[in-house]
T-cell receptor, first 111, second 115 residues
Framework: AQRVTQPEKLLSVFKGAPVELKCNYSYSGSPELFWYVQYSRQRLQLLLR??SRESIKGFTADLNKGETSFHLKKPFAQEEDSAMYYC?????????????FGKGTKLSVIP | EAGVTQFPSHSVIEKGQTVTLRCDPISGHDNLYWYRRVMGKEIKFLLH????????ESGMPNNRFLAERTGGTYSTLKVQPAELEDSGVYFC?????????????FGSGTRLTVV
């Protein structure tokens, strides 16, 4: 069965410091991985997808199949990055296209 | 375009009562999904509608939960009778096409508290 693990419940960093939010997955197929973000009082929104190899708001994430990881990184944290971050794995199950989420990591950027 | 709208934003009910959550997807989106996050746990898939049909309801926890999508527009999720462990945040999402998570748009969620 597929599984997504985010080992840190809370991560606090100072403004300007590098950030790394960890995500590990378990999946027998070819993974399709995402990072979602939820800012305070806002809805869950897609941050980035591994398949696009993009950088959004300065964040990047590289899929490492050997380590089954998809860590989210940013070189210099900003206060506006404070939010809940969820790593998610997409797969097809029972004729549907589902997301399996990790428990989430709350990022707090200290001014 | 208007986003995915969920009602109510918060609901507090007593154990044994009934609660109905509503989701209005983005107009024209055939695919509608329900997810929920209970305290301390992951956001988990509940079910997927394609228009008015249930494509996949493998994530529904038990028969106290009933989801409908009459006419393929808005959807309701009824919990009857509610139990304490049903407390959590219920998310709805919609997409034009299935098979592309890129097109998922989530609602703000309904926070359900069962006391």
């Amino acid at each position: 069965a597929q599984r997504v693990t985010q080992p840190e419940k809370l991560l606090s960093v100072f403004k300007g410091a590098p950030v790394e939010l960890k995500c590990n997955y378990s999946y027998s197929g070819s993974p399709e991985l995402f990072w979602y973000v939820q800012y305070s009082r806002q809805r869950l929104q897609l941050l980035l997808r591994h398949i696009s190899r993009e950088s959004i708001k300065g964040f990047t994430a590289d899929l490492n199949k050997g380590e089954t990881s998809f860590h989210l990184k940013k070189p210099f944290a900003q206060e506006e990055d404070s939010a809940m971050y969820y790593c998610a794995l997409a797969y097809s199950g029972a004729g549907s296209y589902q997301l399996t989420f990790g428990k989430g990591t709350k990022l707090s950027v200290i001014p | 375009e208007a986003g995915v709208t969920q009602f109510p934003s918060h609901s507090v009910i007593e154990k044994g009562q009934t609660v109905t959550l509503r989701c209005d997807p983005i107009s024209g989106h055939d695919n509608l999904y329900w997810y929920r996050r209970v305290m301390g746990k992951e956001i988990k898939f509940l079910l997927h509608f394609v228009k008015e049909s249930k494509q996949d309801e493998s994530g529904m926890p038990n028969n106290r939960f009933l989801a409908e999508r009459t006419g393929g527009t808005y959807s309701t999720l009824k919990v009857q009778p509610a139990e304490l462990e049903d407390s959590g945040v219920y998310f709805c999402a919609s997409s034009q096409d299935w098979g592309t998570v890129y097109g998922y748009t989530f609602g703000s969620g309904t926070r359900l508290t069962v006391v």
